[in-house]
């Protein structure tokens, strides 16, 4: 009896070991791949900057708008502005309210400030373009490539979303008010240094940098909703799940100016699909209404993985 006592809590012990070793083993590779994906990301936005923004006075809000703004007006140099500004936001962040994953944000923002002034003292990058159209998409692109893989990583790049969270905390103005209301007063300060044709040019980097982070974060709306009110719900759910195998569910409704129940049928397809789940409404049910919506994701079985799309950090 005392041999096999021995026997399980031996066995129970090699398993916490186990168990504790791989989990350290999935943090230090978590670890590893956020690393990599936020040196990436920087190195990224850095590009952007010195390739395409800085160098043809464009600004797009955000502390590096406002280091541009000081290198052609004082000279100061632009990756050491960015560098202690975005430092001096982060210890006060986290002194005022806590900040997870602090060191993330601080690895970003101390690459970006260095790769910067490398890029644009050491080894005088020229620019790729004096175009300022070319200069405002490009820089967009990369800019928010470069930021939404940093935000994969479960880094930010610092700067005003900072001083969102931090006026947010103490006088619950939303964060996007605050960031989109300091942007817009870095650009006026833009227009005032560099003329309103630049400031211009700075909204439209703004446009393009947003619309890249969110297709990277949310995916782009390859996906559509589909809500079908009918009066066929059993063979129009049976059609749809046979012919493009996916999930159905049935909603029970009610029209309100007759007052009669009705039958509601929700559906994610992709939009390839949408011309043949058109065909199979109208074969069971002609006069079926039909509400079609842009969906930026769809995850579960079928599409795209939840598990897929979460950093490896978020994981474990």
Not at 264 to 270: G, H, Q, T, Y
Not at 290 to 302: H, P, S, W, Y
Request: aromatic share 12%; glycine share 12%; hydrophobic share 50%.
């Amino acid at each position: 009896m005392y041999l096999k006592t021995e026997k399980v809590v031996q066995l129970n012990f090699d398993f916490v070991l186990n168990f504790f070793g791989r989990k350290k083993l999935a943090r230090k590779s978590s670890t590893g791949r956020d690393l990599i994906m936020i040196t990436v990301g920087s190195i990224i936005t850095s590009l952007g900057l010195v390739y395409f923004t800085i160098p043809n006075k464009i600004v797009s809000g955000g502390l590096t708008g406002l280091a541009t703004i000081m290198f052609f007006t004082f000279g100061l140099p632009v990756g050491i502005v960015v560098l202690i500004g975005n430092l001096f936001l982060v210890f006060l962040q986290s002194w005022l309210i806590g900040f997870k994953s602090v060191w993330k944000t601080i690895f970003s923002v101390i690459l970006t400030g260095v790769s910067i002034d490398l890029l644009m003292k050491v080894f005088s990058v020229a620019p790729a373009t004096h175009d300022p159209i070319l200069a405002c998409l490009y820089g967009g692109i990369l800019g928010g490539i470069g930021v939404s893989i940093v935000f994969r990583a479960g880094g930010t790049t610092g700067g005003v979303d900072i001083i969102g969270q931090i006026v947010n905390h103490f006088y619950h103005i939303p964060v996007g008010d605050v960031i989109l209301g300091t942007n817009l007063l870095i650009t006026f300060f833009a227009g005032y240094a560099f003329g309103p044709e630049l400031a211009l040019y700075g909204f439209i980097t703004i446009f393009f940098s947003g619309r890249v982070i969110d297709a990277a974060l949310e995916g782009m709306s390859i996906y559509r909703t589909v809500l079908i009110i009918t009066k066929n719900p059993d063979e129009l759910s049976w059609g749809i799940m046979e012919e493009l195998h996916h999930g159905v569910t049935s909603i029970d409704g009610r029209g309100m100016y007759t007052g009669k129940p009705s039958n509601i049928l929700l559906v994610a397809v992709r939009r390839m699909e949408m011309p043949r789940l058109r065909e199979i409404i109208y074969e069971f049910d002609p006069h079926a209404f039909v509400i079609i919506g842009d969906a930026r994701q769809v995850l579960g079985k079928g599409f795209v993985s939840l598990g897929d799309q979460m950093s490896p950090s978020r994981k474990e």
